[in-house]
């Protein structure tokens, strides 16, 4: 069975960092696209990174230059490195994956194309 498990979450002042963690156990193939996502109660989950297996990455707008996203292969972990952070950054944030390409006819593979989910960690920037 595959699972992913988030963590690294807590509550940080403005302008802190914090560094999350998804940690991927029974995933073996080669193609694979993983997301971070987030939402708070209210609002549609929003896209703020992903990391496919062609190498390629991106950030959402509205963290660029303060997040930025990695993983380590060997031990088969997906980072959210988050500078800088702002109250407009508390939500649940989620990591996903899935067994395609990043890349969807032109557009990066939107929240409802991932297979498997995390329960979410809580991040909460207060001001």
């Known amino acids: 069975q595959i699972h992913l498990v988030e963590s690294g979450g807590g509550s940080v002042q403005s302008g802190g960092s914090l560094t999350l963690s998804c940690a991927v156990t029974?995933?073996?193939?080669?193609?694979?696209?993983l997301g971070w996502f987030r939402q708070v109660p209210g609002k549609e989950r929003e896209r703020v990174a992903d990391?496919?297996?062609?190498?390629?990455?991106t950030v959402a707008a509205s963290v660029k230059g303060r997040f930025a996203i990695s993983r380590d292969n060997t031990k088969s972990i997906l980072y959210l490195q988050m500078n800088r952070l702002e109250p407009e950054d508390t939500a649940m944030y989620f990591c996903?994956?899935?067994?395609?390409?990043?890349?969807?006819?032109?557009?990066?593979?939107?929240?409802?194309?991932?297979?498997?989910w995390g329960q979410g960690t809580q991040v909460t920037v207060s001001s």
């Open positions: 996903a994956l899935d067994g395609g390409e990043c890349w969807v006819a032109g557009r990066r593979r939107g929240s409802h194309e991932y297979n498997w």
């Open positions: 029974g995933y073996t193939y080669d193609h694979y696209c």
């Open positions: 990391f496919g297996s062609d190498g390629s990455t």
